[in-house]
């Protein structure tokens, strides 16, 4: 047998090299793009999720005023303010203050590997010039900072808005034409 016959019966070692420098390329692209689609699917869950509680929580404001006796004027209860909030339901049996439980099923907040809260949430509720029976309401859902800062919202995830009007009146109410004694009809 000649050299020249077995060299080119098979791959020489600088062949081998490239091919296996080759692969490790490829397998490397696979995994940081199955790296990067891992934490898009995790970011988009937390955008979703945070749109549904933000909806809730509308939801649930909407449904205090509308077809009942509440005036409007008790929206103004549920603002935040300029803090967050790691509650993320309107419901008073879960946001007493007390015994607040952001980890309650109607809250669904999801505690964190350092034990803090998931997500913050922030209720603005702002009065409307010249309707004294709406209010505007702006609902914003964050990822939290990090374990290091818990209370501090990171990424905002969703934020919604609305006007929420009553037919119930800011005042007492009031009989029209004179007032009725008894004995007159």
């Known amino acids: 047998m000649s050299v020249k016959k077995l060299s080119q019966a098979g791959f020489n070692l600088v062949e081998l090299?490239?091919?296996?420098?080759?692969l490790a390329g490829l397998s490397s692209?696979?995994?940081?793009?199955?790296?990067?689609?891992a934490k898009q699917t995790v970011s988009?869950?937390?955008k979703a999720y945070a749109t549904q509680k933000a909806i809730q929580m509308f939801e649930e404001l909407?449904?205090?005023?509308?077809?009942?006796?509440?005036?409007?004027?008790?929206?103004?209860?549920?603002s935040d303010g300029t803090n967050y909030n790691p509650i993320l339901t309107t419901d008073t049996t879960v946001n007493n203050g007390v015994t607040a439980n952001a980890g309650n099923a109607l809250s669904g907040n999801k505690p964190?590997?350092?034990?803090?809260?998931?997500?913050?949430?922030?209720?603005?509720?702002?009065?409307?010039a010249n309707d004294a029976y709406t209010r505007q309401i702006i609902i914003k859902v964050w990822l939290y900072q990090s374990d290091a800062n818990p209370t501090l919202p990171g990424t905002l995830l969703s934020e919604i808005g609305g006007n929420l009007r009553t037919i119930a009146s800011t005042f007492p109410p009031h009989t029209g034409h004179g007032c009725l004694r008894a004995g007159h009809q």
């Open 17 to 22: 090299m490239i091919a296996v420098g080759i």
């Open 29 to 37: 692209a696979v995994m940081m793009a199955r790296s990067y689609m």
């Open 62 to 78: 909407k449904a205090l005023v509308n077809g009942s006796e509440n005036s409007v004027n008790v929206l103004d209860n549920y």
């Open 112 to 128: 964190t590997q350092g034990g803090a809260w998931r997500y913050l949430r922030q209720i603005q509720v702002n009065h409307v």
């Open 44 to 46: 988009t869950n937390d």
